[in-house]
């Protein structure tokens, strides 16, 4: 079945550095989706990408999605404590019905 | 606008106790979906309703059943649970899956 791998599991920053996390399918996707979850909350959709090599920005965050369609990044601009969280990726499969697989999550922690 | 609505928020239950978790969304979305989240993990899938009437297996089925009661509530039941269903539940809708808003939670603890 559809797997949607993330690196790395875990990263420290210090507050200021950049920071991105890496998404992988084994399949080519539809779309993909990414989330943002704080410490003890609910995941929070953030972003949707749909086309070939797409890129598109929230203010610091900075979302591709390759060219393949099999991979995609976030990638944070001088981080702050408010960043801090577990960042999903999940991919989308349509058919009829559309499939997503979440990723494994990426915990960030900033240090002040 | 309450958004997506979830109870209890905590439950601790003896293995082989049933209890039903509820799920409610103002948004008149179609489609609802039922998730566990386990320690280090990702989301998994383990019931969705596309639309009202309708409800299909996810990736992780086994031991829960579901009711799309109607458009705005979409319940989980674990008829006899077990330690290995110790997990936060989380519901979500959406009118397209991956994008919709995600309810507080449920954290579920079997002994």
């Known amino acids: 079945g559809q797997q949607v791998m993330q690196i790395p599991q875990y990263q420290h920053v210090q507050e200021g550095e950049d920071f991105t996390t890496y998404c992988n399918s084994s399949?080519?996707?539809?779309?993909i989706q990414w989330y943002k979850q704080r410490p003890g909350g609910h995941p929070v959709f953030l972003i949707q990408l749909v086309k070939s090599g797409e890129v598109k920005k929230q203010k610091r965050l900075t979302f591709q999605f390759g060219e393949a369609k099999k991979n995609s990044s976030l990638h944070i601009t001088a981080t702050q404590t408010t960043d801090v969280g577990t960042y999903f990726c999940?991919?989308?499969?349509?058919?009829?019905?559309?499939?997503?697989?979440f990723g494994t999550g990426t915990k960030l922690q900033v240090i002040p | 606008n309450a958004g997506v609505t979830q109870t209890p928020k905590f439950q601790v239950l003896k293995t082989g106790q049933s209890m039903t978790l509820q799920c409610a969304q103002d948004?008149?979305?179609?489609?609802m979906y039922w998730y566990r989240q386990d320690p280090g993990m990702g989301l998994r899938l383990i019931y969705y309703s596309a639309s009202e009437g309708t409800t299909d297996k996810g990736e992780v089925p086994n031991g829960y059943n579901v009711s799309r009661l109607n458009k705005r509530e979409f319940s989980l039941r674990l008829e006899s649970a077990a330690p290995s269903q110790t997990s936060v539940y989380f519901c979500a809708s959406s009118e397209y899956h991956g994008t919709g808003p995600f309810g507080p939670g449920t954290r579920l603890l079997v002994l």
């Open positions: 999940a991919g989308g499969v349509t058919g009829g019905y559309q499939k997503v697989t």
């Open positions: 399949t080519t996707l539809s779309n």
């Open positions: 948004m008149n979305h179609n489609s």
